[in-house]
């Protein structure tokens, strides 16, 4: 079995990182699974972790009143997901539910805040990889309103 820091070696978003900076991550995580239909968190919930998916994949899913769930995206092998624990006031802004067993590498939100706030370099590092995540999840959902609303005129 590969150690979590042997784990994030073969991620392509740590892909790059130094070695001591691939080991306080690593120190932060532990591996987890859930089964299909399974919840990893849920909108309002605390942002407490974030997850590198290993294997299987998860709906980003929103709730929307007289609908129902609606996904707005789905993440698979590689991919992180959630990243709310980097800006306060540290809540989940949507669902993320299993839809095929599925295991992960979570890590603990505070404990790597932690280790930004102790090392700036660090932490810049962190933001400009995760901003890439929140730039791309952005651009998805647009891409998606265009799909459901046309294109503008």
Same mark, same amino acid.
């Given at each position: 079995?590969?150690?979590?820091?042997?784990?994030?070696?073969?991620?392509?978003?740590?892909?790059?990182?130094?070695?001591?900076?691939?080991?306080? !991550?690593?120190?932060?995580?532990?591996?987890?699974?859930?089964? %299909?239909?399974?919840?990893?968190?849920? +909108?309002? *919930? =605390?942002?407490?972790?974030?997850y590198l998916i290993r294997h299987g994949r998860v709906a980003l899913e929103f709730?929307?009143?007289?609908?129902?769930?609606?996904?707005?995206?789905?993440?698979?092998?590689?991919?992180?997901?959630?990243?709310?624990?980097?800006?306060?006031?540290?809540?989940?802004?949507?669902?993320?539910?299993? !839809?095929?067993?599925?295991?992960?590498?979570?890590?603990?939100? %505070?404990?790597?805040?932690?280790?930004? +706030?102790? *090392? =700036?370099?660090?932490?810049?590092?962190?933001?400009?990889?995760?901003?890439?995540?929140?730039?791309?999840?952005?651009?998805?959902?647009?891409?998606?309103?265009?799909?459901?609303?046309?294109?503008?005129?």
């Amino acid at each position: 079995m590969k150690s979590i820091k042997e784990l994030l070696t073969g991620s392509e978003f740590f892909k790059g990182l130094p070695a001591e900076d691939l080991q306080l !991550i690593a120190g932060c995580g532990s591996n987890v699974q859930f089964e %299909a239909g399974a919840y990893l968190f849920h +909108e309002g *919930d =605390p942002s407490d972790r974030f997850y590198l998916i290993r294997h299987g994949r998860v709906a980003l899913e929103f709730w929307s009143p007289g609908r129902g769930p609606i996904t707005v995206g789905t993440l698979g092998p590689g991919e992180l997901i959630g990243w709310s624990w980097l800006v306060p006031p540290y809540q989940k802004t949507s669902d993320a539910r299993a !839809i095929e067993p599925t295991r992960a590498t979570s890590f603990d939100g %505070a404990c790597i805040r932690a280790k930004c +706030e102790e *090392d =700036p370099r660090f932490g810049y590092e962190l933001l400009k990889r995760f901003a890439q995540i929140i730039e791309r999840r952005l651009e998805d959902a647009r891409l998606q309103l265009l799909d459901v609303y046309g294109t503008r005129k």
